[in-house]
């Protein structure tokens, strides 16, 4: 048997639903309507699942809110939520909240009807033959998951296909196939999604993968070449145990390999990404495909001298396509390509002779384990050079107190070139009335205030009160040509405060070299 995958396939996302089952993450009301108009409206998916009907009296204001919104922008056809056969609560439930649509969960493997349920497959038929029907009756449509369908297909196929036949007879929009406990492989999952689709040719069927062995992004591809109509995600995998499978990945995977169109706009992939990570506090690893930090530096400097003569090194995963861009780490890997990448960045220049002096200084701190980003080059540059006019910007003096009970207050003195000035303010805490005594000071220099759009604290393992603190802001910022440029610094220091305040003026000497 044989099938080719479908022109167009349908894409559901279940970050809000299957995605919050993952440990330590909950969204409040605020959190799942704003990720909810982001993936409906600006990454636009096909469907969105928001929730499991009946779970609490907040998830349903929640719910009753999102739908409130859908219906002025005339999205609520696209909202779905996860439901049970337990005497038609779950449809009162969506009737109750405005939703139109019901995913119901149903038994896709014959163990599951009879050890769960204690149920036999006919009364289980039942029970759902009569959901569905007053499902109808209220106006609701209705989809159906065979939970545990893969192993319901490898260990009970007969079961399986006694489900489907009924189902058939009943008004069910879409059949959903999920790998529940992420059992399948890429071969099996097209063999037995081949057998289905080829048994039931004109059914809409949609899988639902998950990432216990790490095969989601594989097993989603394998069913889309079987046949299927559509599949399930969620932004950055997020799920239960291993996750789901990442909507990014999918995305990119269905278009630059299976050649099938989605309507998603892989533009806005790593901003709700971003946000995605901001809501649920769930940082992804550097290296993680599309969205990961990592994944478009170049280190090896053969690589920089690739790129720099002809992108020799590049494929049609470009970061361009995600409104992200390549960059060039510094290190003892790296070469003078990487290292005239980042002036370039940066708009400095330099002589011959000194891109050399400051390469080996570079190459010398990677021994050394030291991390070198791109905007700690100014400061290479004045401790090499010793050109201190290249720092425009210097934090002259800082005062923090912190006390029980009430605001911080940080007093501040800096230097722009020759000009000094003063300012303090109250903050919720020391960083954050720092930052908004330097924000008055900045106003005065008429230097831009750049935006801070992510701060992450890191203490090696094992250290001590006196440890070292790495502090890594992401800064964004309009540069010289007006074009905005997100930018991480870094500080060191064993106070978490003044590491996060190093970060802070390097980026404002990024600025002022540029301005």
Known sequence: MKTTPKDFIEIMDTTLRDGEQMQHVSYSLEEKLAISQMLLTEVNVDRLEITSARVSEGEKIAV???????????????????GFVDNNRSIIWAKEVGIKRINLLTKGSYKHCVEQLKKTPEQHTQDIIKTVNYATEQDIEINVYLEDFSNGIKTSPDYVYLLIDALLELPVKRIMLPDTLGIFNPFETYDYLTTIVTRYPDVHFDFHAHNDYGLATANTMAAVKAGVSGVHATVNGMGERAGNAPLDEIIVNLKDFLYVKVQVDEKKLYRVSQQVEMFSGQRMANNK????????????????????????????LIPERFNRKKRYALGKLSGKANLEMGLKELSIELTEEKKLILLQKIIEL?????????EDLPFLISDIFETPQILP???????????????????????????????????SGGYDAFMRALNKMLDEFKLPIPQLIDYVVTIPPGGHTDALVQAAVSWQFKNKKGVKTAITTRGIHSDQNMAAIEATIKIMNVIATQK
């Not at 495909?289 to 090194?313: C, S, W």
């Not at 990677?366 to 791109?374: A, N, P």
């Not at 501040?412 to 000009?419: G, R, T, V």
């Open 393 to 427: 910007f210097q934090l002259l003096h800082c005062s923090i107190n912190s006390t029980h009970n009430l605001k911080s207050i940080a007093a501040i003195k800096c230097a722009y070139y020759d000009d000094v000035k003063e300012a303090y303010a109250h903050g």
């Open 289 to 316: 495909p599309i969205y990961g930090k990592n994944v478009f530096t170049q280190t090896a400097g053969i690589h920089a001298d690739g790129d720099k003569k002809g992108n020799l090194y590049g494929n049609q």
């Open 64 to 82: 009753m809110e999102i739908v409130a919104w859908a219906q002025t922008e005339k999205l609520v056809d696209r909202l779905e939520i996860l």
């Open 366 to 374: 990677g021994d050394k384990k030291e991390v070198i980003t791109t």
